[in-house]
């Protein structure tokens, strides 16, 4: 079988879905590496690194479609609505799409993509179980971010995080608060740990806790029954409008002791929940800085404006987007590791095997035969269970 890796056509995306160095683990099992020209170039890999590592380079896009039994991308047609449109007619009936997808908010393209007979598989959807540790981009791309966000918050914060001892007397620590103790919010705990910051981290599910701990990091502990605050997989679960306003009162008054806020929650498929207000904001000092990594989704902060730093009475609130993006070279990589590994789960004689028995197939597969086969992604359209698989 031939993968083939097309170039990214999301705006400002620089990642790419398979870097030089997980070329050959798919070509040790039999498979066939076809790259579109210039589709690593972005991320540090040349052309010439990808056919030194065993890989095919292409003459056009369109032969990358044409050759390819799977085709690996960061951003399918649902995770890149706009630009990725232009593929459908690249793509041909029983050919296995596999990337990001946004399959519960993307469903026309999700429809689209079944009528063309495409079997599309959501990297979104890895269940979060041992055996599919390896497969995880969304953990992966969210350990960056995470990292990433607390570089951004340094270099808008117009003072340095650590303490410091000086002749010119001492230099108070930053305070920073993460908001979240998801994967993203671990890391941005870690890493503003790493910069000397004083760390808090606040998060609904209190088995995060020990988490935020085991950092080195203060917990905020809010008096809300949370018994529901987590689904089978991990995730926070959307909570009643009571629920957040409630968490708003109680946690404003840590968030203006904060110099810094990184905001990380979210709930897969849903809007982004706004814990921080407008008032919350007004009583930040000036020079303070939210970092939202949720601006995606609607923003966790009611100031929060998607790619955009907005000035609130000196306080800044920055809304990036697509922020793995900003650090391609490691993104790609760990991304192309965990694609390779999914894909190498379901290839077997030579072929990319779909079977419904197994977990991993059953939870990630969205369309396939004409269908949007995926329970919870029919769920989320309002379409009646299916007998597919």
Same mark, same amino acid.
């Given at each position: 079988?031939? =993968?083939?890796?097309?170039?990214?056509?999301?705006?400002?995306?620089?990642?790419?879905?398979?870097?030089?160095?997980?070329?050959?683990?798919?070509?040790?099992?039999?498979?066939?590496?076809?790259?579109?020209?210039?589709?690593?170039?972005?991320?540090?890999?040349?052309?010439?690194?990808?056919?030194?590592?065993?890989?095919?380079?292409?003459?056009?896009?369109?032969?990358?479609?044409?050759?390819?039994?799977?085709?690996?991308?960061?951003?399918?047609?649902?995770?890149?609505?706009?630009?990725?449109?232009?593929?459908?007619?690249?793509?041909?009936?029983?050919?296995?799409?596999?990337?990001?997808?946004?399959?519960?908010?993307?469903?026309?393209?999700?429809?689209?993509?079944?009528?063309?007979?495409?079997?599309?598989?959501?990297?979104?959807?890895?269940?979060?179980?041992?055996?599919?540790?390896?497969?995880?981009?969304?953990?992966?791309?969210?350990?960056?971010?995470?990292?990433?966000?607390?570089?951004?918050?340094?270099?808008?914060?117009?003072?340095?995080?650590?303490?410091?001892?000086?002749?010119?007397?001492?230099?108070?620590?930053?305070?920073?608060?993460?908001?979240?103790?998801?994967?993203?919010?671990?890391?941005?705990?870690?890493?503003?740990?790493?910069?000397?910051?004083?760390?808090?981290?606040?998060?609904?599910?209190?088995?995060?806790?020990l988490e935020v701990e085991? %950092?080195?990091?203060?917990?905020?502990?809010?008096?809300?029954?949370?018994?529901?605050?987590?689904?089978?997989?991990?995730?926070?679960?959307?909570?009643?409008?009571?629920?957040?306003?409630?968490?708003?009162?109680?946690?404003?008054?840590?968030?203006?002791?904060?110099?810094?806020?990184?905001?990380?929650?979210?709930?897969?498929?849903?809007?982004?929940?706004?814990?921080i207000t407008e008032e919350?904001?007004?009583?930040?000092?000036?020079?303070?800085?939210?970092?939202?990594?949720?601006?995606?989704?609607?923003?966790?902060?009611?100031?929060?404006?998607?790619?955009?730093?907005?000035?609130?009475?000196?306080? %800044?609130?920055?809304?990036?987007?697509?922020?793995?993006?900003?650090?391609?070279?490691?993104?790609?990589?760990?991304?192309?590791?965990? =694609?390779?590994?999914?894909?190498?789960?379901?290839?077997?004689?030579?072929?990319?095997?779909?079977?419904?028995?197994?977990?991993?197939?059953?939870?990630?597969?969205?369309?396939?035969?004409?269908?949007?086969?995926?329970?919870?992604?029919?769920?989320?359209?309002?379409?009646?269970?299916?007998?597919?698989?």
């Open positions: 079988m031939i =993968i083939g890796v097309p170039k990214e056509t999301y705006p400002g995306e620089r990642r790419v879905a398979l870097v030089p160095s997980s070329v050959p683990p798919l070509t040790k099992k039999g498979a066939e590496v076809l790259i579109e020209p210039g589709a690593g170039a972005k991320a540090g890999h040349p052309d010439a690194d990808y056919e030194k590592a065993g890989a095919r380079v292409a003459a056009s896009r369109a032969e990358v479609f044409a050759a390819a039994g799977a085709v690996f991308q960061v951003r399918t047609a649902g995770a890149n609505p706009e630009a990725g449109a232009a593929d459908y007619e690249l793509l041909r009936s029983g050919q296995a799409l596999i990337g990001f997808a946004e399959p519960l908010t993307a469903a026309r393209e999700m429809q689209e993509l079944a009528r063309r007979q495409v079997a599309t598989l959501a990297l979104e959807l890895i269940p979060r179980i041992s055996r599919a540790q390896s497969m995880d981009a969304l953990s992966s791309m969210a350990t960056v971010s995470g990292y990433k966000a607390v570089l951004l918050a340094a270099n808008l914060f117009g003072r340095l995080f650590p303490m410091m001892m000086t002749a010119a007397g001492t230099v108070a620590p930053a305070r920073l608060l993460v908001v979240g103790a998801g994967v993203a919010g671990l890391q941005a705990i870690a890493t503003g740990r790493r910069l000397g910051a004083l760390v808090q981290g606040y998060d609904i599910r209190p088995a995060a806790k085991s %950092l080195g990091a203060k917990f905020v502990e809010l008096p809300l029954e949370t018994k529901d605050a987590a689904d089978s997989g991990g995730y926070a679960k959307a909570q009643s409008a009571d629920f957040y306003r409630r968490q708003q009162e109680l946690l404003g008054d840590t968030v203006a002791k904060c110099d810094i806020v990184i905001a990380t929650a979210a709930v897969p498929g849903k809007k982004a929940p706004v814990l919350m904001v007004a009583r930040m000092a000036p020079g303070s800085v939210i970092v939202d990594l949720a601006a995606e989704r609607g923003g966790n902060c009611a100031c929060t404006s998607p790619g955009e730093t907005v000035d609130r009475k000196g306080v %800044l609130v920055h809304g990036p987007v697509n922020l793995a993006s900003e650090v391609p070279h490691t993104a790609s990589q760990l991304y192309a590791k965990n =694609i390779s590994a999914f894909f190498l789960h379901l290839f077997k004689d030579g072929a990319v095997q779909l079977s419904p028995e197994d977990e991993i197939t059953r939870e990630t597969l969205v369309t396939r035969g004409g269908e949007v086969v995926n329970p919870k992604v029919r769920e989320a359209f309002g379409l009646a269970a299916s007998d597919a698989a």
